[in-house]
């Protein structure tokens, strides 16, 4: 079985500063890993996926995540936050195996951004 | 552009009514899930359609069923409402070959549904 750990329900940073969102996961295969952030009242967008080909994956709106096998972990970063990235963010975790591919979501972090 | 839809975007319905919510994607993706998200709280799996093969979670409650007519349409009914049941419920697809992968899910805007 699967799962990922996101440590800090709520993060607060302030418009300018370094972004840290951390995700642990436990998988008994190597994952696939991804990070979706979602808006009030909307649905979930892909911020970037992790699928083996390299570790320090770039995603959209200035994101980034390493995949570290070592410590189990594909923190989020940014290094300047935006008035616009408060949101909520999950990190997934996948098997990818085939028809039985399923994401398992961790419980989400917070992050609101201090003018 | 290639999208997910949700229709309603808000829905109300009263405790013990049945209740269906739509999902249309223009993505022509092999593979439908339905999510149940409650507040604060991660999205849950409630069942995904490969194709028109049918998979329940083992815990989705019987009062959620799910339809697919064809590959572009999938519906969640909810027999009997109940207050529990209130939520945000989100559609995702997804193109799922037989190699292992790392398909991306791309999401709906969800259906809040209230219950009176």
């Known amino acids: 079985a699967q799962s990922v750990t996101q440590l800090g329900s709520h993060v607060s940073v302030s418009e300018g500063a370094l972004v840290l969102l951390r995700c642990n996961y436990s998988?008994?295969?190597?994952?696939?890993l991804f990070w979706y952030v979602q808006y009030p009242n909307q649905g979930l967008q892909l911020l970037l996926k992790y699928t083996s080909a390299a570790t320090l994956v770039k995603g959209i709106n200035g994101f980034e995540a390493e995949f570290k096998k070592s410590e189990t972990s594909f923190h989020l970063t940014k290094p300047s936050a935006h008035m616009s990235d408060a949101a909520e963010y999950f990190c997934a975790v996948s098997l990818g195996v085939g028809v039985d591919e399923k994401l398992t979501f961790g419980t989400g972090t917070r992050l609101t951004i201090i003018p | 552009d290639a999208m997910v839809i949700q229709n309603p975007r808000y829905q109300v319905t009263q405790f013990g009514k049945p209740v269906t919510l739509s999902c249309s994607q223009t993505l022509n993706h092999n593979v439908m899930y339905w999510y149940q998200q409650k507040s604060s709280q991660a999205p849950k799996l409630l069942f995904h359609y490969y194709d028109k093969d049918f998979n329940n979670e083992a815990d989705t409650p019987d009062n959620f069923q799910s339809r697919r007519p064809n590959t572009s349409f999938c519906f969640l009914d909810i027999r009997s409402p109940g207050l529990g049941d209130a939520a945000m419920y989100l559609c995702?697809?997804?193109?799922?070959?037989?190699?292992?992968?790392?398909?991306?899910?791309?999401f709906g805007p969800g259906t809040r549904l209230t219950v009176l």
């Open positions: 995702a697809t997804s193109r799922v070959g037989s190699q292992r992968g790392a398909d991306t899910q791309y």
């Open positions: 998988s008994s295969v190597p994952p696939y």
